[in-house]
């Protein structure tokens, strides 16, 4: 009701407004600033036409002057007011005229023709809102027909409680408890027809076949689903089968690659001429030429060593020039921790803590020699052992320092630094096997014992061990049993 009340007040307001717009016209026309010439009187007469014209043959201005009457200005006619009342009379469609065309002076012919076009837009002006005012009646009559077909849906209780929808007070039919209850009525209503809209198909099928026909379709869906999970679990079995006989391809590529490769090894034993058994101190390193980037790396790091016996077979292919070095042990902050090394035309040195020691050894023959070296910290004692015997010993080497643990042991070239920089002037050119490390010094009878292979032992700290050992840079690792194969060499 409130809206409908909302409506019918703009639909009065824009009345009025047009009514008010039609007043303020009028002494626009008739301002004094368009005045004819002559003076009071004739804008006198000038008024009255004006409103002869706006009021028509029943106006408050009196009657149009007829044709070949005297003007109005000779009898001037009491001031009366311009806007005595509203402007409620149809307008004519064409302002009267007093005298001929001819008969007018200019300036009121001018004041003639705008006294025409206003009354024309006037006219215009009342007629559109004449229009609306229909058009919103007939929105008011819509709306108030919808409003009661929705009423005639609502339950008997809320049909007759509170006062009808004619009032246009605010009472208890405009509450907006009512106003909620009356929306979800006719949201209730809708949803109400759409259900029936909805079942109305199902029902009309069902009447017409006499036999329950959605039974067969639920039944060949269900039979589709059946076939479709079977073909699903068809395909997930293929692909399991197809994911186990790759691996197993696979596995049996590996076992015959093993298979493969123990036949090459086996052929490379035959040729060689090797037994059987080949224990896993039987190979060597070898580096073929000076660099610094061939070399063998031990895995296994050192505890600290208060006395240490390293014992290996060498064979030089230096061609009679420095040995260069044969192993190097670094630990952080010193790189010259143990070293074996031979350089220029100077002998071979044991370095031992940057302390040096000259070794009374000999390997430019290019052939295998046994080379051991045993040291102590108490008073630095050395002693240098070539094909198991004695060749020099000394005191003072490094006295009272332990070997330092955790530090890298590389064979076959000199560290500058922990575990590179190697110079490859200082490279050691040729074959080293058995390479053994102890924590206490041999007997000489031991050192005798593994220089003619009769009492062969491993190192107790580094055993020579395929596992334990890595070649890089191109240096080889080749099986070789020393004691064997330094005869045919």
């Not at 200019?106 to 002006?125: K, M, Y």
């Not at 023959?365 to 002693?383: K, P, Y």
């Amino acid at each position: 009701m409130k809206f409908l009340a909302v409506l019918l007040a703009a639909g009065m307001l824009a009345f009025l407004g047009a009514v008010i717009c039609i007043i303020a016209s009028v002494p626009l026309a008739a301002s004094p600033a368009r005045a004819l010439p002559g003076g009071a009187d004739n804008a006198s007469a000038a008024a009255s036409r004006s409103l002869s014209a706006l009021h028509g043959a029943g106006g408050s201005a009196g009657p149009p002057a007829l044709p070949g009457a005297p003007a109005a200005s000779a009898h001037p006619l009491p001031p009366v007011p311009l806007f005595s009342r509203f402007l409620c009379t149809p307008l004519a469609a064409a302002c009267p005229s007093g005298a001929e065309p001819g008969d007018a002076a200019p300036g009121e012919r001018e004041e003639l023709l705008l006294l025409q076009s206003t009354a024309e837009q006037l006219r215009q002006t009342a007629l559109q809102q004449e229009a609306r005012i229909r058009a919103d009646q007939d929105t008011i009559r819509e709306l108030t027909g919808k409003l009661g077909r929705c009423e005639s849906g609502l339950p008997r209780g809320l049909q007759e409680a509170g006062p009808r929808r004619d009032t246009m007070a605010d009472g208890p039919w405009d509450s907006p408890a009512l106003i909620l209850e009356l929306e979800d009525a006719v949201r209730a209503l809708r949803d109400r027809i759409d259900r029936i809209e909805q079942e109305l198909p199902a029902r009309v099928n069902f009447s017409a076949a006499p036999a329950p026909a959605p039974v067969v379709p639920t039944a060949l869906h269900s039979k589709m689903d059946e076939l479709e999970g079977q073909l699903l679990a068809k395909v997930l079995a293929l692909e399991k089968e197809r994911v186990a006989l790759g691996h197993s391809n696979q596995q049996q590529r590996q076992e015959v690659e093993k298979e493969l490769d123990a036949l090459q090894d086996r052929v490379a034993e035959l040729e060689h001429g090797s037994s059987a058994y080949s224990p896993p101190d039987a190979f060597k390193i070898s580096i073929p030429i000076r660099n610094n980037y061939m070399y063998a790396r031990v895995r296994k790091a050192l505890p600290e060593l208060y006395a240490f016996t390293v014992c290996m077979w060498l064979r030089s292919r230096s061609g009679g020039t420095s040995q260069g070095t044969p192993f190097s042990y670094s630990v952080p902050g010193q790189a010259n921790e143990i070293v074996l090394l031979e350089a220029g035309h100077d002998p071979m040195e044991l370095l031992i803590n940057d302390k040096v020691a000259q070794l009374p050894l000999s390997l430019k023959d290019n052939g295998w020699h046994h080379i051991c070296i045993a040291w102590t910290t108490r008073d630095g004692l050395w002693s240098a052992y070539q094909d198991g015997e004695l060749r020099g010993s000394g005191e003072n080497l490094a006295a009272w320092h332990p070997i330092k643990p955790h530090g890298i042991l590389i064979l076959g070239q000199e560290q500058d630094t922990l575990g590179g920089r190697f110079d490859a002037t200082q490279a050691f050119v040729g074959d080293i096997a058995q390479f053994n490390l102890w924590d206490h010094a041999l007997t000489p009878a031991q050192v005798l014992g593994i220089a003619n292979c009769t009492g062969p032992l491993l190192g107790n700290i580094l055993p020579w061990e395929d596992k334990l050992v890595e070649a890089f840079g191109g240096a080889t690792k080749t099986a070789f049993d020393v004691c064997k194969g330094r005869a045919k060499a």
